[in-house]
């Protein structure tokens, strides 16, 4: 029973990295590009037209739960296309204000195939080695993980797909010019439902964002957006806040930066790499 126990806690600490894996109306106030004018409206779009042509950046993700007062904290660097390659590391997971050390991590996907750092306490169940390696396939044959599921919800860290769902507020408007990363950049805040925000996806992006908007998709739940842009129409900030009926609520907030940077993600040496196996995991008990 305690192997089964330290697994599971194993699991939720590969499960918290994966989660990062961890989305027009017109505005009196408008930004510039250039010397052209836009309204705050057309300026959300230009920037998810332009962030769009962006296939690899850097971002740096919160997400905190008002009710439950947690707190996660992510970094990585993606690659969306033509394949999606990611490097993210989980630094920091609290919960009801207190830390939880053991849940902090490291994540790499490329090639069909996800690498995780295991936890030092937990790596005797992958034959001692720091990293397992779990495959997409392999890991739908085995266990039955949706593990292609975890990964398209990575995707939605994409910023070209949230600013699209943005573009659906009817009441988005200029605040002023801030500066974000020591980058000068024009605020934006608006609102939009659940509803609307999807109806601006296609439908493939739809159908991945319904996974994890599901309870959800047909919701005229507002979110509260504010969304920072640069004079290259590239979102450097996006901060979304949620509230349910019941009260509960959280805030996800996305720092971007290093758009069109190229960069390799490379697994980890084949020597510091074990297999994701059932029977590795478990082993034989009575």
């Keep these: 029973m305690k192997r089964r126990i330290a697994v599971a806690a194993g699991a939720t600490s590969v499960g918290a990295v994966l989660l990062l894996s961890g989305c027009g109306g017109t505005g009196t106030k408008g930004g510039t590009t250039g010397d052209i004018k836009l309204t705050a409206a057309d300026a959300v779009i230009k920037a998810s037209e332009k962030t769009g042509k962006a296939d690899t950046f850097k971002a740096d993700l919160t997400v905190t739960d008002s009710a439950k007062g947690g707190s996660v904290h992510a970094t990585g660097q993606f690659r969306l296309r033509p394949t999606l390659q990611f490097n993210a590391t989980l630094d920091n997971v609290s919960k009801g204000g207190q830390g939880l050390s053991g849940l902090s991590g490291q994540a790499i996907f490329t090639g069909e ?87 601006q996806l296609t439908a493939e992006q739809r159908a991945d964002a319904q996974k994890w908007l599901s309870r959800a998709a047909n919701s005229n739940q507002k979110m509260n957006f504010d969304l920072w842009v640069d004079s290259s129409n590239l979102p450097r900030k996006m901060v979304t806040k949620g509230s349910t009926p019941g009260g509960d609520g959280g805030t996800v907030t996305v720092l971007y930066r290093d758009y069109g940077k190229s960069f390799k993600v490379s697994p980890p040496p084949s020597d510091q790499v074990g297999d994701f196996s059932l029977q590795g995991l478990f082993g034989k008990h009575n």
């Design 113 to 199: 195939t996800l690498y995780a750092k295991v936890p030092q306490q937990f790596s005797q169940f992958v034959g001692g080695k720091p990293w397992v390696k779990i495959g997409v396939a392999q890991a739908q044959q085995q266990s039955g993980m949706d593990l292609r599921g975890v990964i398209d919800q990575i995707q939605q860290v994409d910023p070209a797909e949230q600013t699209k769902m943005f573009t659906a507020s009817k009441d988005v408007r200029k605040v002023g010019g801030e500066s974000v990363d020591g980058v000068q950049t024009t605020h934006y805040q608006g609102t939009v439902t659940v509803k609307e925000a999807l109806q």
